[in-house]
């Protein structure tokens, strides 16, 4: 059926509602039209519904009126789910009950569909005013479009509003930057979230419809290449997302980004990101570009008058030459831009690319598109191993901070990374579907050296930190674990770039261990010697251990806020301080037993506890690490005494779940009381050492906590019950699936006892339902090392036999499936 036949069809119905609706439901689900040719078709099939509607009066076609699209139906972009955006234009002679009943005969037939409206009434003169006092509504006009009624009314508007928006343009450009800015700062930027807003978000269709209106200006353009074919595509998304949810929809959610996918004939969900992510960077890009120009132009503007008053009005029409100062060889400034020199030769001169965004980026410039592009174009392929000014400037271009960023998206935009560093094309837009992550993986490779390069006063190779910080997660392109990976690829990359061989290899260790420091921190048990040797083995030297340990905090901070904390600093800080010990020579200290001598507050506890047979509990807020802000509370250190019986950790574990406190750190001991405390022989009582934090309000009181474990240890209260009530109601976001608990046996991790670690989703009660599987396996728990990012959980606990030994093979692998198997009940 084509367009026409589809028109056709809704007017013999009398252009009635339900002709329109059947004929705009076929339309939107013929699978051979789709893309620009289905807009279009609904717009025209719209417009003649509308058109209808609009002559459908007793007295035929209204005189001194009509009716005009405007916005996105002006540009004829109607999605499945669109509302029309419409202006009733009169001339102010017909008959007000007239022009009230010409309205009615529009509007509610839109609204007896369920289609969203937007929609006014005005003479030309309000519709100007309107237009001059409300942005929005000038830049919906600037795309009006004649839709039915006198067209000589609707031209004559058209070329009235873009008249007033191009002498109202100096006033109104800096006021849509600022809008496009606030928008940005609101919805975050398309080209990296997980869950985009496809009209909202920098670099998304509204930023397209602000680059039109630069463009009708007449004061600057923006780049023409790939921008259609990036709103084209953000289009076709935004269609595929209506009809899988049949909403009015703009936010990409992680639950229907498979039918999307699937809609659009894609691969997978990773594809469609990819494919939305290459499209909101042409288009960020193109509004970088733009609003740069448009700035040049306003700023050239504004000091012309002051140039003619300088010269008393004897410039002899001559336009003043833009002062051009050197950054570097072949690179000089001009008008805010770095741009190439006039005798630069990027056909003979390999090196210029990395120079000219070097220098860019140290004096805190974009490069000029006309810059990039000419580099582009031109310049010579760089030899292989580079030579050292190449390697130095891509080093110097790391270091610039957070100047680089814009320099590497205009280097990127104009596919010259690829060029430099082939292996970046398999990290280019890849999602990370993890909502620790905030960024695509490029894009968190970049963050990486900028935070990296605030910390390069803390090592004596800065180079090697940088260039580890963009190469630690490279082997996420690659199947398998991406560390290893990474490693190959680093070293290759490293080698190729020109690093000798010894430098060669730091680079590639330290991809391959960039997150050692920060997992053995929080997931195994410092005190161990085990654990700080292995560290050191691992590293091998005080100086990549120095590497690494800027590495760990760079990459965290570029993550996102729930990878770092003072906390998790603190942790990895004392680790690092003992693995130096170690590697500059000193042996690490043996853990202290099980039987050695407690505190004086522990004993005091623990005393108490048998003389009451009772728990007993302690809590003493940390004094907190310094940071930027001032001093960071590391939560509240909890102490619980109770006399040795079985169920203990889960029924405390169990208590702060149900008083909604974070669990960071645990640790479970048996005290054995002297004789002169009134104790029996091998009398002993359980000591658990908590770091806890309240994850809402303030922390409840000890006495109340107390009183919940008395109940719970003598069976007058179920936690059990009480906890899967809390987790009935935990909320979950609709549509998405945890992946299963995984649970393994960490080998050789301490030769005191048998490391069980756990991935799960974090929830409610999860760590009191690990304790009761330990409990029910038979195992005694020594200490437990809980970290939380995001949503997942990743707990270690150190486990012995009765008698007290590290399990055996077989017998560490059945309390691992045990547990999981609880986990994924």
């Known amino acids: 059926m084509t367009s026409m036949d589809v028109r056709t069809e809704a007017e013999a119905d009398d252009s009635g509602p339900s002709g329109y609706a059947a004929a705009r439901l076929r339309l939107l689900h013929e699978e051979a039209r789709s893309g620009p040719p289905r807009r279009s078709a609904l717009a025209e099939l719209t417009d003649d519904w509308l058109a209808g509607l609009f002559r459908a009066g007793p007295a035929g076609t209204p005189r001194g009126a009509a ?41 509610y037939p839109v609204w007896d569909l369920g289609i969203a409206l937007d929609h006014s ?23 009006a479009r004649h839709v039915a009624g006198d067209l000589g009314m609707t031209t004559a508007l058209r070329t009235a509003v873009l008249a007033d928006w191009r002498n109202q343009a100096p006033k109104r450009l800096p006021e849509l930057r600022e809008l496009c800015e606030e928008r940005a700062e609101r919805h975050g930027e398309l080209g990296h979230l997980l869950e ?50 049949g909403r009015a929809t703009d936010r990409l959610a992680l639950q229907e980004q498979d039918q999307v996918a699937d809609g659009l004939g ?102 000029s598109l006309h810059a990039v592009r000419r580099l582009a174009a031109t310049a010579r392929p760089l030899a292989t191993p580079w030579p050292a000014e190449a390697r130095e400037q891509l080093v110097t271009l790391l270091g610039a901070g957070r100047p680089t960023v814009q320099v590497w998206e205009a280097l990127e935009a104009e596919g010259l990374v690829t060029r430099l560093l082939p292996d970046w094309e398999r990290v280019r837009c890849r999602p990370q579907r993890n909502a620790v992550h905030t960024w695509t993986v490029d894009r968190h490779l970049v963050e990486t050296a900028v935070r990296a390069s605030g910390l390069t006063r803390r090592v004596g190779r800065p180079d090697l930190l940088l260039v580890a910080a963009l190469l630690h997660d490279i082997g996420k392109g690659w199947p398998g674990d991406h560390s290893t990976a990474g490693e190959t690829i680093a070293r290759d990359v490293a080698a190729r770039i020109g690093f000798d061989a010894g430098d060669v290899a730091v680079v590639a260790r330290l991809v391959r261990h960039h997150l050692l420091l920060v997992e053995t921190a929080t997931r195994r048990d410092l005190d161990d010697p085990a654990t700080v040797r292995g560290v050191a083995e691992a590293v091998g030297a005080v100086g990549t251990l120095e590497l690494l340990h800027a590495l760990t905090e760079a990459d965290a901070l570029a993550t996102g806020p729930a990878a770092w904390s003072t906390w998790r600093g603190t942790l990895v800080a004392d680790l690092v301080k003992r693995v130096t010990a170690v590697l500059s020579g000193e042996a690490p200290e043996e853990r202290a037993t099980e039987d050695a001598a407690p505190t004086a507050e522990q004993e005091r506890l623990a005393v108490e506890a048998y003389r009451t047979g009772g728990p007993v509990l302690s809590m003493r807020a940390d004094s907190g690490v310094s940071s930027e802000d001032g001093p960071e509370p590391l939560g509240v250190e909890l102490v619980v005494a109770v006399p040795e019986r079985p169920g203990v950790l889960s029924s405390v574990a169990g208590v702060l779940a149900l008083h909604r406190l974070a669990v960071r750190t645990a640790e479970l001991r048996a005290v054995t009381l002297p004789l002169g405390f009134g104790a029996g022989s091998g009398d002993s009582v359980l000591l658990l050492s908590w770091r806890v934090a309240a994850q809402y309000g303030s922390m409840p009181q000890a006495a109340r906590l107390r009183a919940d474990l008395v109940r719970v240890l003598d069976g007058s209260l179920d936690i059990e019950a009480r906890l899967a009530e809390r987790e009935a109601a935990y909320p979950r976001r609709r549509g998405t699936v945890a992946p299963p608990a995984r649970v393994t046996v960490a080998p050789a991790a301490s030769r005191l006892a048998t490391v069980i670690e756990v991935r799960a989703q974090d929830a409610p009660g999860l760590l009191h339902r690990i304790g009761r599987a330990l409990e029910a396996a038979g195992v005694a728990v020594r200490s437990a090392h809980v970290s939380t990012l995001g949503a997942n959980a990743v707990d270690a606990f150190y486990v012995t036999g009765a008698d007290g030994a590290p399990l055996e093979g077989e017998a560490a692998a059945g309390v691992a499936r045990g547990v999981e198997g609880v986990l994924r009940a």
């Open 266 to 367: 894609l691969l997978d969900a990773d594809t469609l990101l990819r494919q939305v992510y290459e499209a909101a960077r042409v288009v960020a890009y193109a509004g970088d570009v733009t609003w740069r120009e448009v700035g040049r132009v306003l700023r050239a503007r504004a000091g012309r008058p002051r140039l003619r008053a300088m010269l008393g009005g004897r410039s002899g029409g001559r336009t003043a030459v833009a002062e051009r100062s050197p950054l570097a060889e072949g690179v000089v400034e001009q008008d805010g831009e770095a741009v190439l020199a006039r005798a630069a030769r990027p056909e003979r001169d390999a090196v210029l690319p990395l120079r000219a965004a070097a220098a860019a980026a140290q004096a805190g410039l974009p490069l």
């Open 67 to 107: 009716l005009i699209a405007v916005g996105g139906y002006g540009r004829g972009e109607l999605s499945p789910r669109s509302d029309l955006d419409l202006l009733l234009l009169h001339d102010g002679s017909a008959d007000p009950k007239e022009l009230a009943a010409l309205a009615d005969r529009l509007w």
């Open 121 to 143: 009434v005005r003479t030309p003169t309000e519709a100007r005013k309107t237009a001059g006092e409300d942005l929005k509504a000038h830049l919906g006009l600037l795309d």
């Open 196 to 245: 985009p807003d496809l009209k909202e978000a920098r670099g998304g269709l509204r930023d397209v419809t602000a680059l039109r209106a630069v463009a009708a200006s007449w004061l600057a353009d923006a780049p023409r290449e790939g921008l259609d074919e990036a709103r084209r595509r953000l289009l076709d998304v935004r269609d595929a997302l209506h009809l899988t949810t």
